[in-house]
């Protein structure tokens, strides 16, 4: 839907609350999918700037770190260069929308490429980001968020360790390791640079255990969270990914948890 309920201030206040007493960090809000920074329909395009600002109002009422954006789908018949400026412009809008705290740093979602999405590589991310922070920008630097499956399908090669070394040097020399403010850990059921995003659970798909478990262990993402967006039937499919994560986490540091099957006794 494109418009979202007003937030009571007293459950934000009771949300903020509850979280901080949980400890749960960090917190983050996804964009919508309805909306599309590159569109070059003026009706959807400041409809799209209107959620993203509202998304980051919201946010920062809910207390959240991050909030999470894909940067849209380009035109066939345009340039890239013109759609990714397109976004810079709208992004740059929405930020700069009134009654905002600044506390809460926007991260752009690396993509698929998947029907002309934006995004298909950390140059495309890096071109917005410029564009952004070299108009007068004030608030938090824009980052970005890392998405596995997407990554794969696009072309970085995460199932070996030279790809996945590669892909960070790639990523650090472009934007820079201080952009990356979150990883979402998704293996994929789509070949390597095939340009569709099709999410499966974690080592169950083409990156495999291997890649994902040492990508997981990386010394560089240690700081990180990982959050996945793998495939569920019930809640036990999430606990599953959860439990294989855990296992690959805790090998590292010789703390193996068994995992006989995929079943998980509650």
Same mark, same amino acid.
């Given at each position: 839907?494109?418009?979202?309920?007003?937030?009571?201030?007293?459950?934000?206040?009771?949300?903020? /609350?509850? /979280?901080?007493?949980?400890?749960?960090?960090?917190? %983050?809000?996804?964009?919508?999918?309805?909306?599309? *920074?590159?569109?070059?329909?003026?009706?959807?395009?400041?409809?799209?700037?209107?959620?993203?600002?509202?998304?980051?109002? +919201?946010?920062?009422?809910?207390?959240?770190?991050?909030?999470?954006?894909?940067?849209?789908?380009?035109?066939?018949?345009?340039?890239?260069?013109?759609?990714?400026?397109?976004? =810079?412009?709208?992004?740059? +809008?929405?930020?700069? %929308?009134?009654?905002?705290?600044?506390?809460?740093?926007?991260?752009?979602?690396?993509?698929?490429?998947?029907?002309?999405?934006?995004?298909?590589?950390?140059?495309?991310?890096?071109?917005? @980001?410029?564009?952004?922070?070299?108009?007068?920008?004030?608030?938090?630097?824009?980052?970005?968020?890392?998405?596995?499956?997407? =990554?794969? %399908?696009?072309?970085?090669?995460? =199932?070996? $360790?030279?790809?996945?070394?590669?892909? *960070?040097?790639?990523?650090?020399?472009?934007?820079?390791?201080?952009?990356?403010?979150?990883?979402?850990?998704?293996?994929?059921? !789509?070949?390597?640079?095939?340009?569709?995003?099709?999410?499966?659970?974690?080592? /169950?798909?083409?990156?495999?255990? +291997?890649?994902? !478990?040492?990508?997981? /262990? *990386? $010394?560089?993402?240690?700081? *990180?969270?990982?959050?996945?967006?793998?495939?569920?039937?019930?809640?036990?499919?999430?606990?599953?990914?959860? =439990?294989? %994560?855990?296992?690959?986490?805790?090998?590292?540091?010789?703390?193996? @948890?068994?995992?006989?099957?995929?079943?998980?006794?509650?």
């Amino acid at each position: 839907m494109w418009k979202a309920k007003p937030l009571d201030s007293g459950a934000a206040e009771a949300f903020r /609350r509850a /979280r901080s007493e949980a400890g749960l960090a960090p917190l %983050a809000v996804h964009l919508p999918y309805l909306p599309n *920074l590159a569109s070059a329909d003026e009706v959807l395009y400041e409809k799209s700037i209107e959620v993203l600002a509202e998304e980051m109002f +919201r946010a920062e009422a809910l207390g959240a770190d991050f909030v999470v954006a894909h940067p849209g789908h380009g035109s066939a018949d345009e340039p890239v260069g013109r759609s990714l400026s397109r976004v =810079a412009r709208g992004v740059l +809008r929405a930020l700069q %929308a009134p009654n905002r705290t600044g506390s809460v740093r926007l991260l752009l979602e690396n993509t698929s490429g998947q029907r002309g999405e934006l995004g298909i590589d950390f140059y495309q991310l890096a071109e917005i @980001i410029e564009q952004i922070e070299t108009s007068a920008f004030e608030g938090p630097p824009v980052g970005v968020c890392l998405d596995t499956a997407h =990554a794969w %399908a696009a072309g970085y090669d995460l =199932a070996r $360790p030279n790809g996945q070394d590669e892909t *960070l040097a790639e990523l650090d020399r472009v934007l820079g390791l201080d952009r990356l403010g979150m990883i979402h850990f998704n293996d994929s059921l !789509a070949e390597k640079n095939g340009r569709r995003d099709r999410h499966a659970p974690v080592g /169950r798909g083409r990156i495999g255990s +291997r890649g994902l !478990a040492r990508w997981l /262990r *990386l $010394p560089e993402l240690d700081h *990180l969270a990982f959050i996945m967006e793998t495939p569920r039937a019930t809640e036990a499919d999430d606990l599953i990914n959860m =439990a294989r %994560a855990k296992r690959w986490r805790g090998s590292a540091q010789g703390e193996l @948890i068994p995992m006989k099957s995929n079943k998980i006794n509650k």
